[in-house]
């Protein structure tokens, strides 16, 4: 914690290899949230970079006091990928037509590619849609309650009933990890 | 929105998930911020659904493509280099050097201000040395005038009967002028035609009353005009050389010089 911590500040002084490290640690995470809102694996390239971007700019922004890093990265990713999906850049587009035969195949093996993955598949189907709408798809609670036909309310209690379970999830993982380690000793 | 807002709607309304999804307005989040700080509990609650939100999107990362991460670090290495690094040294440079060259300035004019001072102090102490010369000149002068305006006055007096004594055979260069006034009882002598004589020496004036010799004073060696002492009834005034510092009698011998008064 306080290794990252170092980091951010460094990152908040311009450090450009504070940047390289932040990158290394949280790319992967960001890209599967940014790459199941676009669905599309070149604009998702560019917006992971403009996210980088925008976290390198406004690093002094960032207020640990306030919330983990990831989390405010999370923000930045979610939002310029719904600008980017509500702007897209023409370069990308003029790509996409250019390839336009193999788009639908290609992005169908793209999207199982996206399949979530871990405790989130634990889940009942209705608990994992309702967090891949609200997290994976950068849809609002609002928005998010009609494409699943339920009404705000429920849907709210979806998101919190999803949380409560992956909860136990990850507490039963830590469980059996220390049952083991205790087994293995 | 309700800016007191209560921990148990913010739980139950699912707030602190909308919260760190980012979906909440700018008024929202504040009050949210609000009742984390003031409900510790809430605070832990909201940091456990961020870890696990965390977890689930590390469980779902996907590893981007390796151009990505060198096109970012080039663009931001670009951005760094042609801005942050070199405006922060440039400003930091010209602030160093700002603040450089008003620290030689302030010390090159409290230099400048000291020596000033220090030379204003010896030049005052000048002039006050000066000024003290001068007045003892002036101190001076003034009583020089006064003792001429003496002198001048005492010779010149209508009452002053100017009498010359020569020299005679003992002394035959010897010549001396006094001014006896019997209005004023005074007897003035201008000595500066007696020749020198030797250490041991002095002139001595004396006043004949009755064919008794009566000392007048001895006559200093180094003076021009000397005031004698005056004798009543006086006949003749004499001089004589006697031993240093004069005598209680003249010697007779060593007269160089009388006159008579008429």
Known sequence: MSEEKSLISKLQEGNTRALSKL????????????????????????????????IWENANKYDPGKGKFYTWAYRI?????????????????????????????????????????GSLKQLNAHHQKALELVYFQGLTHREA????????????SYVQQALKKLRDAYQLSLLLVCVLMEWII | MDNMMESKEIRE????????????SEEEVRAVEDALRKDPQLKMDMDQLEADLEKMAFENAIDPPSHVKSQLMDQVSKVNVTTIPLNENRNNRAYLAIAASLALLFGISSFWLFSKVNSMEEDL??????????QDNVLELQSDLAETTQWYEAVNDPGAIKLILAGNTNSPNALAISYVNHDKKSVVLDAK?????????????????????IDMGVIPKDTEMIAMTYIERMESLNITIEPAGGNDHPTVENLISNVYLN
């Open chain 1, 77 to 117: 990713a979610r939002n310029t990928s719904l600008n980017a999906l509500r702007n897209p850049s023409p370069l990308i587009q003029s790509d996409d037509l250019s390839v336009y035969g193999n788009k639908a195949e290609l992005e169908e093996e793209k999207i199982n590619l996206h399949e979530l993955k």
């Open chain 1, 145 to 156: 309650h009609k494409e699943m036909d339920v009404p705000l309310g429920t849907f709210k």
């Open chain 2, 193 to 213: 035609g007696l020749p020198r004589l030797a250490e041991d020496k002095d002139y001595q004036m004396w006043a004949d009353v009755d064919g008794v010799m």
């Open chain 1, 23 to 54: 990158y290394d640690d949280y790319a992967g995470a960001l890209y599967g949230v940014i790459i199941r809102i676009c669905k599309n694996e070149a604009q998702a390239q560019d917006v992971l970079q403009e996210t980088f971007v925008k």
């Open chain 2, 13 to 24: 309304q699912g707030w602190l998930e909308r919260y760190l999804l980012g979906e909440l």
């Open chain 2, 125 to 134: 102490q000048l002039v006050q040395e000066e000024n003290a010369q001068l």
